[in-house]
């Protein structure tokens, strides 16, 4: 089993929609979890940290459930600009990142 | 506010042949990062430094070399390079405070043939 592990996707949405996307993560100890996003050949960059009691920014929101190590991310009324892939990153003793969920947002 | 900086951005080697590419940090980050990225496997660490002359093997050390003789620099070199080693690099650092966010340079694409 993978230590972070993230549907893939491609998700494809229209423009205006609510999409959301899990994150599995292995290691219960577990202290920090983050949200990248990553653009077309570009470097990843932070989207937001992800608190115990859940957080917002805007049209996202991350939350934590830590009894079923997962964290999540939702998108809300989905932009075009949003197209990107979105990493999950986990930190215990160590970072580590998933693969990636693949976000298509069309009109 | 430069960041994060890689040179080269695009390289193509030949086999066997060496290379090393420079990350530097003006942001003064005590951590420092090599990434490598290959397709649906995420980003994997290859060799990490937590301070200036330190440096510490990752999870896909094999035929990388790294050195941090300057706080702002962090050096992976390839001795020998591998078809396998065709890739997109990636340098972040990180400070001892704040959030914990990780800031990357732009990435360095490398292709050994």
């Known amino acids: 089993r993978k230590e972070v592990e993230q549907d893939p996707g491609p998700f494809n949405v229209p423009e205006g929609a609510t999409v959301a996307f899990n994150c599995t993560y292995s290691?219960?100890?577990?202290?920090?979890f983050f949200w990248y996003r990553q653009d077309c050949r570009k470097e990843p960059k932070l989207l937001m940290s992800v608190y115990s009691s859940g957080n917002e920014d805007g049209r996202f929101t991350a939350q934590l459930n830590r009894a079923s190590q997962y964290i999540s991310l939702l998108i809300r009324d989905s932009k075009l600009s949003d197209s990107a892939t979105y990493l999950c990153v986990v930190y215990g003793n160590k970072l580590v990142f998933g693969a990636g969920t693949i976000l298509r947002v069309k009109s | 506010n430069a960041g994060v900086t890689q040179t080269p951005k695009f390289r193509v080697l030949k086999t066997g042949q060496s290379m090393t590419l420079l990350c530097a940090q003006d942001?003064?980050?005590?951590?420092m990062y090599w990434y490598r990225q290959d397709p649906g496997m995420g980003l994997r660490l290859i060799h990490y430094s937590v301070g200036e002359g330190t440096t510490a093997k990752g999870e896909v050390p094999d035929g990388y070399n790294v050195s941090r003789l300057k706080k702002q620099n962090f050096l992976l070199g390839l001795e020998s390079a591998a078809p396998s080693q065709t890739s997109v690099y990636f340098c972040?650092?990180?400070?001892?405070?704040?959030?914990?966010?990780?800031?990357f340079g732009e990435g360095s694409r490398l292709t050994v043939l």
């Open positions: 972040a650092s990180r400070g001892l405070a704040g959030t914990g966010e990780l800031f």
């Open positions: 290691n219960s100890a577990s202290q920090s």
């Open positions: 942001m003064n980050h005590e951590y």
